[in-house]
């Protein structure tokens, strides 16, 4: 017993004890983290990356990944070209194999994201202060430089390790601003070509687009939620996710060349079954289907552009997804589908993801930077086993926390009417989306068949394909009729 069922606090910490995550550091880790970064110094030969790198992040992060800087390639060979400098904040210099630190942040897998605080992998001295690339201040980093044409295309990469100082921390909407100006003279200019050179690059543009919202709430001071909505993506969210994966790219690569085992990242295609229930909401939907050998990332893009109207496309988006397989960590790099990429690996979270912080260590080991440590080969198998799972209670106990948020605020709204769209169905219930806030709840069909005789109009053309004419797809008016936020779940009628 730790609170009140009513206070909304009390959401995230029942999802974290539901998904068995690990809240609290033991005090060894704490001490150890502590130790390390009291005790952490930069001598005077250290190698410098004398670049202004900027960071882009959402408005109240603390775990600073990533930090970017982007300049006109000068040689007479590449007319247009840039130079892409992607700096990761350098973990495996301070996390070591075997540590104590390094066994906990195995059995965490990556931080947790709730809507009102962080489950980190690391503990703050080291996830927030130490490694995190704030301005101002020389901080570890391994960088890798990228030479681009004017098309978009890879040329060459290398791969540096030494000291960064960031020279400003920006949050995505304030960098929005800077990508937005017209002025032909400005700091941020390679910024922007980089950002139309990226959109056409055929490394990047046939991954599969699927443009999905992520679902926010605001949080009131005192912990309830006043607003549930759509987080559109801006170019500087673009920008960044294809700088990222041109990063991983570039990592795989690497290691591919080499002997040195890394952990991929595998996304595999649809199955069988998955294809004919998507043709099956095609059909429904007036929308061309797609052929079993036919599907690729670039089918399904084209699929989803060729709906005009945007709840439709939203709705295709969603089911798209929902059909995919989920990725997952791997021995054998196997291909990503939805990047549309023959390998792939993830490099550039290794504060926050376990998977990123090995691949920092075979890199390191691939290119002989930490002979110290080249002997200590980890048990990949079981490291793929482990994070896997913990991204699976992870994914599990955000989603259930978003639940209980979404269900916390809808309840200020019961028996009002929202239009809403059909997103899916049981044997015993439809699933509604509303159109005004991003909120799923559940409307039993035995009630539907109660009223639906002085309520609702049949579609008797899809009658026989479809319960009482509710397919996927389909719009409907629906009533709040019950929300309860201590398990997250919302009932409407009609």
């Not at 900027?54 to 006109?72: F, G, R, S």
């Not at 910024?191 to 046939?206: E, G, H, M, Q, V």
């Not at 960044?240 to 690569?253: D, G, P, Q, T």
Request: proline share 4%; with cysteine; hydrophobic share 35%.
């Amino acid at each position: 017993i730790f609170g009140s069922i009513d206070c909304p606090s009390s959401y995230s910490k029942i999802a974290a004890i539901e998904w068995n995550l690990r809240e609290v550091f033991p005090r060894k880790i704490i001490n150890e983290a502590k130790e390390i970064f009291e005790n952490y110094k930069i001598s005077k030969n250290e190698c410098r990356i004398a670049k202004p790198f900027i960071t882009k992040d959402p408005e109240d992060a603390k775990d600073l990944d990533d930090a970017i800087y982007i300049e006109k390639d000068t040689s007479e060979n590449n007319p247009g070209g840039l130079y892409l400098y992607i700096a990761i904040a350098d973990v495996s210099f301070f996390v070591k194999p075997g540590s104590i630190i390094d066994e906990e942040a195995l059995k965490r897998g990556n931080s947790t994201y709730f809507p009102d605080k962080v489950i980190p992998m690391l503990p703050e001295d080291l996830s927030n202060s130490l490694c995190s690339l704030s301005k101002s201040t020389p901080k570890r980093a391994i960088v890798v430089k990228i030479k681009l044409d004017c098309k978009g295309y890879k040329i060459k990469h290398k791969f540096m390790r030494g000291l960064i100082t960031v020279k400003q921390n920006y949050s995505y909407e304030k960098f929005e601003a800077y990508l937005l100006q017209e002025k032909r003279e400005d700091q941020f200019i390679e910024y922007k070509k980089a950002f139309d050179i990226l959109l056409r690059s055929p490394l990047l543009n046939n991954r599969l687009n699927l443009n999905l919202a992520e679902k926010k709430v605001t949080v009131s001071e005192d912990g309830y939620p006043i607003d549930l909505y759509e987080k559109t993506s801006l170019r500087s969210n673009y920008l960044i996710e294809m700088m990222m994966i041109l990063a991983n790219l570039c990592v795989s690569e690497t290691l591919t060349q080499t002997t040195t085992k890394y952990i991929s990242r595998e996304h595999k295609s649809p199955e069988k079954q998955a294809l004919k229930d998507l043709n099956m909401f095609i059909k429904y939907n007036e929308l061309p289907t797609i052929r079993e050998k036919q599907v690729t990332s670039h089918t399904l893009n084209q699929l989803i552009e060729s709906c005009r109207d945007p709840q439709k496309k939203k709705l295709t988006s969603n089911f798209v997804l929902r059909i995919l397989p989920k990725a997952k960590y791997s021995e054998k790099d196997q291909g990503h589908f939805g990047l549309n990429l023959p390998l792939y690996c993830h490099f550039t979270s290794p504060i926050r993801r376990y998977a990123d912080l090995t691949v920092h260590r075979s890199l390191a080991s691939a290119l002989e930077w930490d002979l110290a440590n080249q002997n200590l080969e980890q048990d990949q198998n079981v490291i793929c086993r482990n994070i896997n799972e913990s991204e699976k209670r992870s994914i599990g106990a955000e989603r259930d926390s978003m639940d209980r948020y979404s269900a916390s605020f809808i309840s200020n709204h019961i028996d009002e009417y929202f239009d809403g769209v059909v997103v899916g169905s049981s044997r015993f219930c439809v699933f509604i989306r509303l159109n005004k806030f991003p909120i799923e709840g559940v409307l039993l069909k035995r009630d539907l068949k109660i009223t639906s005789k002085k309520r609702f109009h049949l579609n008797h053309n899809k009658m026989k394909q479809t319960e009482l004419g509710l397919a996927t797809g389909h719009s409907i008016r629906v009533k709040v009729v019950s929300a309860l936020p201590f398990n997250g779940s919302i009932n409407f009628s009609i």
